[in-house]
């Protein structure tokens, strides 16, 4: 059973970059049909995605983030990564990785528990 | 931009009746919808794809409907732990959209 777990600083000072690891456990991350996502939530708000890759590292991301995103893949270990920069306290959220299993453009399943980032000097 | 709109923000149900919850969206997505569930403190669970297939594991209760623009998930029979917020999510397009949700709560 695929299982997905997020981490990194809970901790990030305005206009750095905040860095993330979902690592993938249960299966391999060069599944054929799978793509993995970055999924994001506010607090007490609703869900965004921020962009999802293939193993081969192809990536698409949301146009309202891709100037300040890149997620990238590490098949060794079986790990793939977020990283958004000069971040601002809009940014604070509850952040999830995902599993995408039908594709590029699909429904996410399962999806990691979360990690909070406060973006606070 | 494909905008999600769900109705009502939230809604109140009395355990046991059927709850029917609708998602919007701003152009056809055909049958690529999805709906989720979330509680307190966790990450979302995926319910349903393709706008009707239930997820693995999900109970009988709860149905999906529609195609195009409007959507519809049904909870036939509201038990204590159906109680959450619901996402609808397009997958249809770039990017990605969700709903901004529909707060289950008991009445």
């Known amino acids: 059973q695929l299982q997905l777990q997020e981490s990194g600083p809970g901790l990030v000072k305005p206009s750095e970059t905040l860095s993330l690891t979902c690592t993938v456990s249960g299966g391999s991350i060069s599944g054929s049909s799978y793509y993995w996502g970055w999924i994001r939530q506010p607090p007490g708000k609703g869900l965004e995605w921020i962009g999802s890759?293939?193993?081969?590292?192809?990536?698409y991301y949301n146009p309202s983030l891709k100037s300040r995103v890149t997620i990238s893949v590490d098949t060794s270990k079986n790990q793939f990564s977020l990283k958004l920069n000069s971040v601002t306290a809009a940014d604070t959220a509850l952040y999830y990785c995902?599993?995408?299993?039908?594709?590029?453009?699909?429904?996410?399943?399962?999806w990691g528990q979360g990690t909070l980032v406060t973006v606070s000097s | 931009e494909i905008v999600m709109t769900q109705s009502p923000a939230t809604l109140s149900v009395s355990p046991g009746e059927r709850a029917t919850l609708s998602c919007r969206a701003s152009?056809?997505?055909?049958?690529?919808l999805a709906w989720y569930q979330q509680k307190p403190g966790q990450a979302p669970r995926l319910l349903i794809y393709g706008a009707s297939t239930r997820a693995t594991g999900i109970p009988a209760r709860f149905s999906g409907s529609g195609s195009g623009t409007e959507f519809t998930l049904t909870i036939s029979s509201l038990q204590s732990e159906d109680f959450a917020v619901y996402y609808c999510?397009?997958?249809?397009?770039?990017?990605?959209?969700f709903g901004q949700g529909t707060r289950l709560e008991i009445k």
């Open positions: 999510q397009q997958y249809n397009n770039w990017p990605l959209t």
């Open positions: 995902a599993s995408a299993p039908w594709g590029k453009l699909t429904w996410f399943d399962p």
């Open positions: 152009q056809s997505v055909g049958s690529n």
């Open positions: 890759i293939y193993y081969s590292g192809s990536t």
